[in-house]
Structures are given as structure tokens and as C-alpha cells.
């Protein structure tokens, strides 16, 4: 029984985790700073993504969480008309790699 019992409270943490992150993620506004003619900064929730523009496409360094993701792609899409064709997370955290398979085409 009281593995039953830590099993409900780790599900309802979970889920209350995943609902509030969820509600953030319609308030977050994706801001776009110039680094260089060809390198931009995102800030929006979760670890900043540095884009480059290049002539192959556009090369991201991490992609925020994946509800971000149309946010980001529009973004981006205010700096160049070229699509995300290479990416590189820093680590595996949802902040940092959960728009990957959406953003690369």
C-alpha cells in the first residue's frame, strides 16, 4: 500500500509540474536579440538558443520546450526566411532540447 500511495502523490506532482509549465508556456513571449550579422539570441522560458544564419540554413544551439516551438520557428522566421536545418543541444534537459524534432527540417 504505500508504494501505491508514492506512486499517486509522484503521479499528482507530475502532473501539477506539467500543467503549470504548460499555462507559462501561453504567456512567454520570444525575444530576439542581434549578436552579429549573423547571430541572434532567443530568450523566452528555459535556457537561451543562439541561431545562426548561414548559407546551408539556420543553425540553432538548444530549442526550449517543445509548446514553444511555433513561437520559436516565428521568431525566427522575423530574422530569415531559411529554414532550421542543424541543431545542437548542451544537455538533455526538456528546456534545452524539446522543440528538436519539430524545429529541424
Not at 530568450?43 to 540553432?60: A, L, T
Amino acid at each position: 500500500m504505500p508504494c501505491f500511495a508514492i506512486g499517486l502523490l509522484l503521479l499528482f506532482t507530475l502532473t501539477s509540474i506539467v500543467n503549470h509549465v504548460n499555462a507559462q508556456d501561453e504567456n512567454v513571449t520570444i525575444s530576439t536579440t542581434k549578436l552579429t550579422n549573423n547571430t541572434y539570441m532567443l530568450k523566452g522560458s528555459g535556457g537561451n538558443i543562439i541561431v545562426s544564419v548561414g548559407q546551408d540554413g539556420v543553425f540553432m544551439v538548444d530549442d526550449q520546450f517543445a509548446p514553444l516551438t511555433e513561437k520559436i520557428k516565428e521568431a525566427i522566421s522575423n530574422i530569415t526566411d531559411q529554414s532550421v536545418k542543424f541543431v545542437i543541444n548542451t544537455h538533455w534537459h526538456s528546456d534545452h532540447t524539446g522543440g528538436m524534432r519539430i524545429l529541424v527540417n
